[in-house]
């Protein structure tokens, strides 16, 4: 009624899946609509690079950066948590960028493995997280740190075997604890190696 009233020509909208679903919607009661897509996530179909994504990959790959030196400093496993909904664009680029150890994405559901070898009578503590359809491996083999880029939405094998039902009910029973997946991980690390553990979440900065 308001596009008629002001006799507009056509609609822009700049926005994610929500506002291009409403777009659509718009289009198919007639109305002009013109598309762009905007988000971090870099999850529009059809799209090879949304608006916001490489702005948000450059301030998610300074986080990353700038934790080398007080991680190398303490002789402590990092963790930064990145933005980017149930895909893992924003993390693995800014991961790649920023020089992570690991790197976690949604789309891979991973394992948590920890193995303390003894070589050369030196205890040596391995990080090991693996994904069913790949590998990433962190080896702190003469190492003093390691730092994870965990995107929002990465999901344990263990949590993607459970239903949504089941999933929500676990999340909610555990949300003080872990009020998000990076600190859940880091609370493993820390209990299996003995190392400190160190979470950082820029969110939407």
């Known amino acids: 009624a308001t596009y008629n009233k002001l006799k507009l020509d056509c609609l822009v909208v700049l926005g994610g899946n929500g506002s291009q679903k409403t777009a659509n919607l718009l289009s198919e009661e007639g109305l002009n609509v013109v598309g762009l897509p905007k988000t971090i996530d870099n999850d529009i179909y059809g799209t090879d690079m949304t608006f916001g994504f490489q702005s948000a990959v450059e301030i998610a790959t300074n986080a990353i950066d700038c934790i080398h030196t007080t991680a190398a400093s303490h002789s402590r496993v990092f963790i930064v948590e990145v933005m980017g909904h149930k895909v893992g664009w924003?993390?693995?680029y800014a991961g790649l960028a920023g020089g992570a150890d690991i790197i976690l994405i949604f789309v891979l559901i991973y394992i948590i493995s920890i193995?303390?070898?003894n070589t050369r009578g030196k205890e040596i503590r391995y990080i090991t997280i693996s994904a069913d359809n790949g590998k990433r491996l962190r080896e702190a083999d003469g190492k003093r740190f390691t730092i994870l880029a965990v995107a929002e939405g990465a999901i344990s094998k263990e949590d993607a075997a459970l239903s949504k039902?089941?999933?929500?009910?676990k999340r909610l029973k555990n949300a003080g604890r872990y009020p998000s997946i990076s600190y859940e991980i880091g609370d493993i690390l820390s209990g299996e190696t003995g190392v400190e553990v160190r979470v950082?979440?820029?969110g939407h900065t």
Not at 165 to 169: G, H, I
Request: net charge positive; hydrophobic share 30%; charged share 35%.
């Open 90 to 92: 924003l993390t693995l």
């Open 115 to 117: 193995t303390k070898p």
């Open 165 to 169: 039902k089941e999933l929500k009910k």
């Open 200 to 202: 950082t979440v820029p």
